[in-house]
């Protein structure tokens, strides 16, 4: 009975989350576009430059224009921006206290509001999974059972990734909450998405032992690895991209739990 009480509080946050990104359509629309389809051109610009003057970086153009529609598409729904900030803004104005009083555990609020408003950006990854479609038409053989199979382990990954995304914010978060320059962290929230997540270099470009790390590291397991999965339309590469995911979300959920408490600790000391 608890557990169906608390999936309905989740996911009323969920919905209550996503209203929000929708009303503010102008925003979103101008966000889709600016920050979703520009970084894509500007990518196929200079890949089909690159490709032009015959140069070979191991792979063909399609697959790699492919994998940026997917690893800029992810990079809008797996944005952890807005849990370091709103959090470190609760902590700061002193709003946090009606969120610890709910039923619901806070970190549960904040993972369903983020999983809830990232269900609006599904619709670059439906437009991104049409564009590849179109570019690089299926195989004859290929059924509606092996579609949808596709479709189904492509939602699992989606959404691992997602809850991957929120723990290392919430991570980050929890570590800045008490300074009064939260926006350094979240400028290196951002760096750290864009290099190690594979938005500037797939990571199988990367040479020498910076393969290795630019592979595995869990900003990779947010971008790079679904992407990889998506562009490569092989399910067996999923396996690998949610073990890895699910590994960093248990390590990153400790580490957040352990700040949690300290922080609990620290709030109430000062009479929070």
Known sequence: MLAITSARSALAYARAEARTMIVDRGALAVDMVLATA?????QVAVWSAIFASGSDVGIDLASLISYYVFVVGLSRINNGYDVVEQFSEAVHRGTLDPHLVRPLPYWLQRLAGFVGGSTVYLVVMVVALGIDVVARPLPRDVCVFDILAFLLVALAVLLVSQVLTFFV?????????WSTRPDLALSLLILLQTVLGGTVLPPGLWGG?????MTHNPFAYMLAAPAEFLSSRDVGLAIPSLLGALAY?????FASWILWRVMMRRFEGVGG
């Open 38 to 42: 520009v970084p894509i051109l500007l």
């Open 249 to 253: 979300i248990a390590i990153f959920a």
């Open 209 to 213: 032992s910076l393969r290795w790390f």
């Open 169 to 177: 914010a919430f991570t980050l978060a929890l570590l800045v909450a």
